[in-house]
């Protein structure tokens, strides 16, 4: 069989927040490409059902991860054993007007999107270098790019992941260690797919030039290049996947 620079047969992939939605989608999709994938999401239950699915392409690893907690994040990192590959997932919203959002809103959302991403990467990033080198992606999200109403903390926080993606790029690649960023459109996933049904989720998709919205498998193709050899030469890269989205006219 022909090599192909997609293929991640001897890898091992850590998916934060793999409980469910993206996360779960992105485990699978590694799999089914010939990685070794641990599971790490606070609910184990959860990741115990997504691991039974990926038992067609080999046995899949299930981690407690708080990203928030460093007690967590060191437990993992001693579990998980030797990573390839991070897919830096894990995060949440809470949405509400910018005068009522509460610092409690605003610590939980920076905390988990943006200050946990960070020490996720760096608590695997040294055993990354020690092997010579791996692959960071951090999930980010449009709104790191463009402005919305109703998510002040969240939008913040995946700016901040933008510019920390492009930071760690610049610091890490003298250690091998290639660090890019998946920067999602609107996803229809279990978790928002009611709300598309809405008339404010139509008329939010006939805002999208390619009038529709993205499924998880639209996400695979920029994943895949970015886990494998094909982006050996990419580092510090911000990939949208949004249907246009980002160059529609205002």
């Known amino acids: 069989m022909k090599e192909t620079l997609l293929g991640l047969d001897g890898k091992r992939a850590l998916v934060t927040g793999a409980s469910s939605g993206l996360g779960a989608h992105f485990a699978q999709r590694l799999a089914a490409h010939g990685a070794e994938v641990v599971l790490a999401a606070r609910r184990v239950d959860a990741l115990q059902s997504v691991a039974k699915q990926l038992e067609p392409y080999g ?11 460093a007690s967590s994040r060191a437990a993992m990192v001693e579990e998980a054993g030797p990573i390839d590959i991070l897919v830096n997932n894990a995060g949440l919203v809470r949405e509400g007007a910018a005068l009522k959002h509460s610092e409690e809103d605003w610590d939980v959302v920076l905390d988990t999107n943006l200050k946990g991403m960070f020490f996720m990467a760096q608590a695997l990033a040294s055993g990354m270098r020690e092997r010579g080198g791996g692959s960071i992606i951090n999930v980010a999200s449009i709104l790191g790019l463009r402005q919305a109403g109703g998510v002040v903390s969240y939008a913040v926080s995946k700016a901040g992941v933008v510019q920390l993606t492009r930071t760690l790029a610049l610091e890490w690649a003298r250690h091998g260690i290639r660090v890019n960023a998946l920067a999602p459109g609107y ?64």
Request: with cysteine; charged share 25%; proline share 5%.
């Open 187 to 250: 996803i229809d996933t279990e978790i928002n797919h009611d709300f598309w049904q809405t008339d404010a989720g139509k008329a939010l998709i006939q805002r999208i030039p390619q009038r529709r919205l993205g499924q998880p498998d639209d996400l695979d193709g920029p994943l895949l290049l970015l886990a494998s050899d094909a982006s050996r030469y990419m580092t510090g890269a911000v990939l949208p996947v949004d249907g246009g989205h980002l160059v529609n006219t205002l």
């Open 59 to 69: 046995r899949a690893r299930c981690v407690a991860l708080d990203v928030t907690s």
